[in-house]
């Protein structure tokens, strides 16, 4: 099987190179059309630069253009480039090196402006044309360095930045990018008037009339750049995308109608002229493309560009910052806490009922030299009196007589002893009062840190917020009866299109309309909400439909018949987001229903609320200490589904295996832990993994034997309602005659959505 793995993997890779050195060629080819006002662009140059591996691909891409064109001649310097650039990123030690942007950039210029000079002494011509051969380098280089920075900064963001200089950068890419499109040999229409018209569509599709306008300068400078001829009607994009954005709330067609309805009037007001013609229909074939682009695709385009920061973005980002520094200062402060413990407990222990004795009677005695000369014995006999004491709660003459019978304060000694004692057992008993006090304190501070870390983490996972479309949500409940709504409409950082609205009163509308509604007005798909309600405030959370999809069912016993110590609740925190909760609670019937039920009713209700896992289990743990039955814990066993990531997470305190079953194999997961409400600090066992279609998920409680949750492995092809009755069925059979254990089976089959939304 490994092997078998190992070989596909190597297919899948080979399919790979040769798709990139296909895609490197071919960009390669189109490059070495583009002109910089007139003159022989070098772009291809930076496409060897940026393509890695694949130089000789995009060489032979470049050596085809220019054969073709007739221009090999003028092509020279950039061949020469693209063949010592890729040698000496070869023959490189240091990999860092090959990916640092100033490293590569003063590569790239230097070998440029070598073969431009050389060229330029090989066969001499007048100072315009040298000077263009320098600008050319020059410009080769700079887009080197922007286009790693950018790249840089997509491989640690995941999306495409536009905010501060990353904004200008991709901005100068753009412009460079419809430059050299703008160049290719096609008589008939311009690549780059097409390709600008459909990025300005899309960008008043995500951003509105400013995107729209930035857009269409954009593509302006870009023509203007290749071509200055053309620049002329060119200028009408910026205007029309301004205008169009107007339009975005009655549909893509909509847009798109006047857009070419307000691009022919200024067409027309311009006056007719020999490039009219070309640049409608260059105009017409963008918009087709617009149309006829799948919406998904659009969508999934949208969500990798994160646009210029408003003030909702910055505010949500400092309270995020602003919640981690508090939690760390709990943080600092529970450290200190600990270090003040540690320091009592310490002077504590040296603080003993004999050094305290030894104080009051010894230290003026006359025989106090003499008696300190035999401080081994002397020590031991005052250690055996304290322990007679401790044991005894009295402390006679007779034993002071037995073990120090040289003392001349005997009277005094014993006196001392049985008073003092009484003193120092409430002083101990204080201490120890303070101590559980001091600990409970640390518990709650670090829970205290926990909550707002994880507020933190949820103010921080806000991508982006759309303050237009979060006032026309409030706007929309506000005309539906429903006043001081609070709405925000945001991408999170799984690039999930999220809406959250929370309002002062339950909602008693439809549903299915108004999510409808919604989903027409931010243009997404979202699922039906989940509606979370503490005392008047309802929170209702929208989000797009997931990609995954889960079916949940249960399998229950007792082991009386009355009342099982198994509890278990399946809810969702948000659309994208299910939770399996599952408690034992110690031992069978009513008590241990009681306190399984504690537990999952708490973590639901903490969670719902916000909280993570790890916190919701913190807080179970201290209230199950302070319950005050004699024994009171339970086993706490929690699944988290990210339908939208695809990836599960298991939290296991004391709880049974769960057990992963995929193609064919099963993976036991977790089951180390110690239960909630056992010790003070009782860590969890954390594991996650990645989801994949067909998976199947099974939770047991500890009353189901590994062998039974392993008859999964003669479940496949059966759908989760079977898998729990084939498997609670052999759960049943094997407890009779033997140990009677509540029983409880869940199980949990994954499903992916297909591009057409349906669930495959």
Known sequence: MEKIRHTAKFHTSGKTN?????????????????????????????????????????FLGSALAYFVSGTFSEGIVQLCAILVIGAV?????????????????????????????VMSVAMPSDTYTASLRMISSLMCGCVVFIALTVKRQRNRSGVFDLTGINGVFTAILYIMFISTITAAPLHVVNLGRIAGTLFMLMAVRKYRNIGGAV????????????????????????????????????????????????????????????????MFADLLIGSVLFIALPVPVIKRVAKKVVGVKNSVDLVGQTTSSKLNM??????????????????????????????????????????????????????DSFSKLESIVCTYNNLSLDDVEKHLGGCVRKSLLCKSFNELYTDFVAERADSMRV????????????????????????????????PQLSARVREHFSNLGYPNVKACVYIDENLCQRVDVFI????????????????????????????????????????????????????????????????????????????????????????????????????????????????????????????????????????????????????????????????????????????AGILAECTPDVSELKLFDGDVLLMTSDGVEDATAREILRCGGMNAQEIVTVLGAKALAQRTGGRRDDITIIAAKIFLRDENGKWM
Request: charged residues 20%; neutral net charge; hydrophobic residues 45%.
């Open 504 to 675: 002062t009163a339950q909602f008693r509308g439809d549903l299915v309309r108004l999510t409808a509604t919604l989903s027409e007005m931010i243009d997404y798909d979202l699922d039906m909400p989940v509606i979370v309600k503490v005392d008047n405030i309802t929170r209702m959370s929208f989000a797009e439909i997931p990609k995954f999809t889960v079916d949940i069912k249960s399998f229950s016993a007792s082991s009386s018949g009355e009342y099982s110590g198994d509890s278990f609740e399946v809810f969702d925190s948000s659309v994208n987001e299910k939770y399996i909760v599952l408690s034992d609670g110690m031992g069978t019937g009513k008590r241990a229903r009681l306190d399984s039920l504690f537990s999952v009713s708490l973590v639901t209700r903490l969670i719902r609320s916000g909280m993570s896992m790890q916190t919701a289990h913190r807080l179970i743990n201290s209230m199950l200490r302070v319950k005050g039955w004699e024994e009171s814990f339970a086993t706490l066993d929690i699944m988290r589904l990210e339908l939208n990531g695809g990836t599960v997470q298991f939290l296991k305190s004391g709880a049974a295996q769960s057990f992963l079953f995929r193609d064919g194999g099963l993976k036991s997961i977790g089951g180390q832990a110690f239960p």
């Open 435 to 466: 101590r559980e006090m001091r600990e409970f304190l640390s518990e709650q501070l670090s829970s205290m840190e926990d909550i707002l870390s994880d507020l933190s983490f949820r103010a921080g996972q806000v991508r982006s917020v759309d």
């Open 215 to 278: 857009v269409g300068a954009l593509t302006t400078c870009g023509v203007l750049l290749c071509t200055p001829s053309l620049a002329r009607n060119t200028l009408l994009l910026a205007t029309s995308g301004l205008i169009c954005g107007a339009f975005l709330q009655f549909g893509s067609l909509v847009i798109v109608l006047v857009f070419l309805a307000v691009s022919l009037v200024s067409l027309v007001a311009m006056g007719v002229n020999g490039d009219t013609f070309s």
């Open 326 to 379: 508090a939690s760390r200062t709990l943080g600092g402060i529970r450290g200190q806490l600990t270090m003040v413990t540690a320091a009592i407990d310490k002077r504590s222990k040296e603080a003993t009922l004999s050094k305290r004795v030894r104080s009051v009677v010894c230290t003026d005695c006359d025989m106090y030299s003499v008696c300190s000369k035999r401080c081994v014995q002397l020590d």
């Open 89 to 117: 990123r070869l023959v490189m030690p240091s990999a860092d090196h090959k990916e640092d942007p100033v490293f590569v950039s003063l590569l790239t210029t230097g070998a440029m402006l070598l073969f431009s000079c």
């Open 18 to 58: 040769v798709l990139m050195a296909v895609l490197s060629a071919a960009a390669a080819f189109a490059a070495s059309f583009g002109k910089i006002l007139g003159f022989p662009s070098s772009m291809n140059v930076a496409v060897a630069v940026l393509s890695g591996t694949n130089v000789i691909p995009v």
